[in-house]
């Protein structure tokens, strides 16, 4: 049924696209767009640390697997097509990445027979400025258009926070019952300040005279490491020793959707971009 | 309309130069080495264990060994990497019991002093880092109830309980480690064994012995039971009795001490439940005197029943007097004076709303300064945990 479905939206758009009225004629126009959405964060471990140590097991976290840490970004776009289907996109935004992990620890008393079991839920967030810079390549002419995208994107950080959720029950679960939590505290001294990579995605984008609206998804693929390694062990809030809790090394990727809308600048609606398909059918 | 496309050109050759400029400066930080800062627990899973860390020792190759005690007077080893993380920890053999302060450090292996749980006379273990485990390397029978070491690279000091004849017992030991070289003795006229039996069983108060020589090599300061007190003796270098600063009771004496030179000792001393720092002091090692009269400075959040650790450090090519002490909210805090000054120069603490004690902390090659302690983890188990603290912090800590 799933398939289906997607089948069924596939066939729709390639109708759209092929069969469309108007085609757009863009050269040297400029637009002002407006982008918000959510991502998914993946987090790539490069190194491990704990403060727990054993000769018989490696205290290292588990990762929460793709999907389980949303966020969510915004921001303003500036493109300019040097021709209709190639344009230069710089934007300006805002977005909020993370990454969570839990660790768990248990205590066997034999003699008097008491046991003590701890399970915590770390949940990260780090907010980015984020400059992208991107090529855009518009695939058809036509008023309802797919497009790939890629350049680099440089961020940021505008601020980093982390609280701990606990309970006693070792079962990966939050047990809601017994739930703690940690204050939330600034993790920003921890993370670095700046962060760049590549980003790439694909999307559909609808073309009036007045406006054009895109939905898209990005790959990020973030180059440097996240963490301040300086200041691991500095434990300024305290939760090294009481939480047995420091940040590995990672790297940040992630995955977002998009919606977009874009107004036309310098006379693009008087010079009306939208032009019946039948006067112009070769590109 | 050519002029405008310039400028929006530059802007993006602009921002693609700020692209490479900030990935060039984050890609030219400099390689993070995990040695030099962190902060290691050294996890046991068995609930019922309980350690107390004694003393720790940088190892040949770079990583560092753990003296501690568990559950009462059992002995326990761990020997980490350089990162502080565990490679081998041992439990000595139940015969081997009350490791004593400090492990000492002569020609490039590690020893300990610890006392045979019955016969009570003391041995000297020798580690072998390799066996992961500690072997016996002397024993001395006449030696009772051995309670510290002290190892000034010249001679080897054991200070004991003598339990027949009431005394405070001093011996050195040859460069060997093999024989006595002379003792010596003060009385204390009471049996203090209850007192002595519940500091090695950790049932009751750790009372803080000591022995240190000074820089001359004229005298040995120690604190011990003497004349019906908790007293700092003075020893001549034929270890005969020479001057005496008497503790009130066993309520009041001094925590630590580290001979300066020409008489000057830095110090913390305590009067009951109060603690007293003095960095900079003149003793005299042929009086016949009273803690409570040497002037100290009192340290109200400290707490007097905790160990104190004094040291030299050097930071910068200058010297300081390093003070470790627990505070009352079981904090840890370093003080560092000018040497030969009472100025406090810096002070930090470690640790916030988990239970740290202070146990021992030493200099370690790279300049950084590493602190063995006491935590207890989750509220519940005391264990062993390790803090570095990296040069730098040091150097921006006496700037």
Known sequence: MKYLLVVLVLSLVSLKVQGQNYTVHNTGKSYLGLLGGMNFSIPRITDRYSVLTSAEEKFEKEYDKFGKTKGAQFGLQYSYNFTTAIAVLIGVGYETLGFKYFTNYSWVDTLEKQEFAREMHHIQKISYFTVPIQAKWEITRGQFTPFVQGGVYMDFRHQATKIIHYDNTIDQEETENQLSYSPQVSIKEDTRKFNLGLTGGVGMSYHTKYATFGLESNFRYGFFDVVNDETRYTDRNGFALLYLDVLDQLKLSSLNVQASVSIPLNNAVRSNIMRKTKYYKKR | ?399
């Open chain 2, 1 to 399: 309309m050519k002029k405008f496309k310039i400028v929006r050109f530059s802007a993006f050759q602009l921002l693609f130069a700020l692209a490479i400029g900030l990935g060039l400066t984050a890609c030219k930080k400099e390689e993070y080495k995990p040695e030099e800062s962190f902060i290691k627990v050294y996890n046991d899973s068995n609930g019922n264990r309980n350690y107390f860390p004694l003393s720790i020792q940088q190892t040949s190759d770079k990583g560092f060994l753990m003296l501690s005690a568990y559950n009462g007077w059992n002995i326990h080893l761990i020997k980490t990497d350089i990162a502080g993380d565990l490679l081998w920890e041992y439990d000595l053999p139940s015969k081997y019991v009350n490791a004593v302060p400090n492990l000492i450090q002569r020609n490039g292996s590690l020893y300990f002093v610890c006392m045979d749980e019955v016969g009570l006379f003391t041995y000297i273990m020798k580690v072998d880092e390799n066996g992961k485990s500690a072997q016996e390397f002397q024993q001395f029978q006449q030696i009772k109830y051995p309670l510290y070491v002290f190892d000034n690279q010249n001679a080897v000091y054991i200070q004991n309980y003598e339990r027949s004849s009431y005394k405070t017992g001093i011996h050195e030991l040859n460069d060997a480690m093999d024989q006595v070289l002379q003792s010596g003795s003060v009385d204390i006229n009471t049996d203090v064994e209850d007192k002595i039996v519940d500091h090695i069983n950790y049932t009751g108060r750790r009372f803080p012995f000591f022995v240190h020589v000074t820089p001359e090599k004229d005298y040995i300061v120690m604190s011990g039971f003497n004349n019906y007190s908790f007293s700092t003796l003075f020893m001549d270098a034929n270890l005969d009795f020479s001057g005496v600063y008497n503790g009130s009771g066993y309520d009041g004496g001094l925590n630590a001490i580290l001979p300066l030179g020409a008489n000057q000792y830095a110090l913390a001393r305590f009067s009951f439940s109060n603690l007293y720092f003095n960095p900079n002091t003149t003793l005299n090692p042929t009086a016949v005197d009273i803690t409570e009269s040497i002037p100290a400075q009192g340290k109200a959040e400290l707490d007097a029943n905790s160990p104190v650790l004094i040291k030299n450090i050097r930071i910068k090519e200058t010297d300081y007097v390093a003070y470790l002490a627990t505070t009352k909210s079981n904090q840890l805090l370093l003080s560092l004076y000018a040497k030969g000054s009472t100025e406090l120069v810096a002070s930090k603490y470690f640790g916030q709303s988990v239970p740290l004690k202070a146990c021992d902390f030493l200099m370690t090659d790279d300049g950084g300064l590493i602190l063995l302690s006491r935590v207890t983890v989750m509220s519940s188990f005391n264990r062993c945990a390790t803090i570095k603290v990296k040069r730098e912090e040091l150097e921006t800590l006496v700037d």
